[in-house]
């Protein structure tokens, strides 16, 4: 079956950095996105950032807008998540989820599109 493990989470301070994994296992498609969503302490959860089978990314918080960079290794079959310049309000669950779909630009920012999910890892910063 289809598995996505993370790994990269931990305690960081303010403005430092950390990159999270997403590695894909078992997987038999030859495009699919890999959307990041994050959940904070009382809030619903939100997308946060989606690249596409062909590598395309968007960005669906303007807090994160350039400090975040979503990237993959087709090779690895592993997308990463590069957070720069963290703030207290980044900290949150993080969660990874794919999809498969035939249009290499295709992302989406609505949970009910993706159909298997990582089990999340927590990112805290604080002093």
């Known amino acids: 079956q289809l598995q996505l493990v993370e790994s990269g989470g931990g305690l960081v301070q303010p403005g430092g950095s950390l990159k999270l994994s997403c590695a894909v296992s078992?997987?038999?498609?030859?495009?699919?996105?890999i959307g990041w969503f994050r959940q904070a302490p009382g809030m619903e959860r939100e997308a946060v950032l989606c690249?596409?089978?062909?590598?395309?990314?968007?960005v669906y918080q303007e807090s994160v807008k350039g400090r975040f960079t979503a990237s993959r290794n087709y090779a690895e079959n592993t997308a990463y998540l590069q957070m720069n310049t963290l703030k207290p309000e980044d900290t949150a669950v993080y969660y990874c989820?794919?999809?498969?779909?035939?249009?290499?630009?295709?992302?989406?920012?609505?949970?009910?599109?993706?159909?298997?999910w990582g089990q999340g890892t927590q990112v805290t910063v604080s002093s």
């Open positions: 690249i596409s089978g062909g590598g395309e990314s968007s």
């Open positions: 078992g997987f038999a498609f030859d495009y699919y996105s």
């Open positions: 989820a794919f999809v498969r779909h035939p249009s290499r630009a295709f992302c989406s920012e609505y949970e009910d599109e993706y159909d298997y």
